[in-house]
């Protein structure tokens, strides 16, 4: 909702909205395109809860569509704003594309 909010009217406010709540996406990316889907009570990954466990599953496609938005989104006029989002979008593609392969 804040990146077509910003898409549609410029509202940086909208845009920085948007960059935090990307930014918490990017931190629950386990460093292989697979997604980790709750924190704990101290901030931490929860990675032990049932349907927070790293995997490539429903969590991670919207992780995947947030991230993709982004790129569609922040491409033309904020393009450096993505160098931390990028490299995330890149393996959570090729981690479903491997599932979808499988």
């Given amino acids: 909702m804040y990146l077509r909010a910003y898409e549609a009217t410029g509202d940086t406010t ?7 709540l990307l930014a918490f996406v990017v931190a ?3 460093g292989d395109g697979e997604f980790v889907n709750f924190i704990d009570t101290q901030g931490r990954l929860n990675r032990s809860a049932p349907s927070s466990r790293k995997s490539m ?7 995947i569509w947030a991230l993709g938005e982004a790129v569609r989104v922040l491409r033309a006029n904020d393009s450096t704003l ?3 989002i990028r490299p995330v ?8 594309r491997r599932e979808i392969e499988a």
């Avoid at 599953?57 to 992780?63: D, E, G, N, P, Q």
């Fill in 57 to 63: 599953s429903y969590w991670a496609a919207r992780s």
């Fill in 82 to 84: 993505l160098i931390p």
């Fill in 89 to 96: 979008l890149d393996r959570a593609v090729s981690r479903m």
């Fill in 28 to 30: 629950m990316e386990e």
């Fill in 14 to 20: 909208a845009r920085d909205e948007a960059l935090g």
